[in-house]
């Protein structure tokens, strides 16, 4: 029974009893899927992947639970900024950092590749809070790296670790593997490393209030509904709300994101050893987890839509 079901148990134990009659009738009812099938349809989409694809799938509301290759690590590539935004807010709730101290742009500061940072003259200044969007709509790496030059990366370590989640690092700044932490995790899984179980733990923790506070992680919502990047998980999927962060570099492609369904569903997918490493939209593994999310989003029934809605 999860925690939800027995809370709601023992808050209408203490009810008289046409009371408790009363409120079972307001309690959401949360539609199960029928999870030995989607797991089946899953691994199929997995198996007929050129690479190696591992997922976790969690209903935070009833509990259901399917997994592959959970608790395998995988190389995070850009999904590994969902940590860093959490360490950012958590630092934040501690009273040890503002969203709204300034970080000011040099021009050492600067990578390529995703983001919009690099193409302004040194000189300028964000806020903390600036940066952090910036990392998780556009996935700007010049940001990541003022963000994590602020906090250091061993205090990312250092609450995920809190959070129960050890397998999940970063493990230096973006494109500057001179500031690696873990010269031989960098080797081997690039800029950050997790499993699908820990990435879907955490997307449920933000979910629920939990991962800092809820105020915080209301915030950090809002930002991941912001994420620029429908290419993956979502490129199937329609008018459905999906807080999600994806990650791409040439052999791995990767997302987590929370379907707003009927119920709240966390669907992390990550893949690796890809052999198709184009830079396209069609690249096998952005099929691959967008074949994963339509048949994760197929498997509840959604929200029905409001009275007078087209």
């Given at each position: ?15 008289p009893?046409?009371?408790?009659r009363t409120?079972?009738?307001v ?38 639970r ?14 590994i ?25 040099l ?11 690099h ?18 709509a ?11 030059d ?24 973006v ?5 690696s932490v ?19 733990t ?5 979910a ?13 919502l809002?930002?991941?509904d ?20 994806t ?46 999310g ?17």
């Amino acid at each position: 029974m999860t925690a939800l079901r027995v809370g709601t148990a023992l808050m209408l134990s203490a009810l008289p009893l046409c009371a408790q009659r009363t409120a079972l009738a307001v309690v959401p009812r949360f539609t199960r899927a029928d999870t030995v099938v989607l797991h089946r349809t899953l691994d199929s989409i997995a198996d007929r992947h050129h690479g190696v694809t591992g997922y976790a799938i969690v209903n935070l509301e009833t509990g259901e639970r399917i997994t592959r290759r959970g608790d395998e690590t995988f190389p995070t590539a850009s999904l590994i900024k969902v940590p860093v935004m959490v360490t950012v807010y958590d630092l934040v709730a501690k009273g040890e950092l503002s969203l709204d101290d300034p970080l000011t742009l040099l021009k050492i500061d600067k990578v390529g590749g995703a983001g919009v940072l690099h193409l302004f003259k040194p000189g300028l200044v964000l806020t903390v809070r600036d940066a952090t969007a910036l990392m998780i709509a556009v996935s700007d790496n010049t940001a990541t790296n003022l963000i994590l030059d602020r906090i250091l990366i061993r205090r990312v370590w250092d609450k995920m670790e809190a959070l129960g989640l050890r397998h999940t690092k970063v493990h230096h700044k973006v494109s500057t593997w001179a500031s690696s932490v873990a010269p031989d995790s960098t080797k081997k899984y690039g800029l950050g490393v997790t499993t699908p179980s820990e990435m879907a733990t955490l997307f449920g923790l933000i979910a629920n209030g939990q991962a800092v506070n809820p105020a915080a992680d209301s915030a950090m919502l809002a930002m991941l509904d912001d994420n620029q990047d429908s290419e993956l998980l979502q490129r199937y999927v329609s008018d459905v709300r999906a807080p999600h962060k994806t990650g791409a570099v040439d052999a791995s492609r990767t997302e987590c994101a929370i379907f707003h369904l009927q119920s709240r569903v966390v669907a992390c997918a990550l893949t690796k050893e890809n052999q198709d490493q184009r830079w396209l939209v069609d690249n096998e593994a952005q099929l691959t987890l967008g074949a994963i999310g339509r048949a994760v989003v197929n498997a509840w029934p959604r929200k029905p839509k409001p009275a007078g809605t087209p």
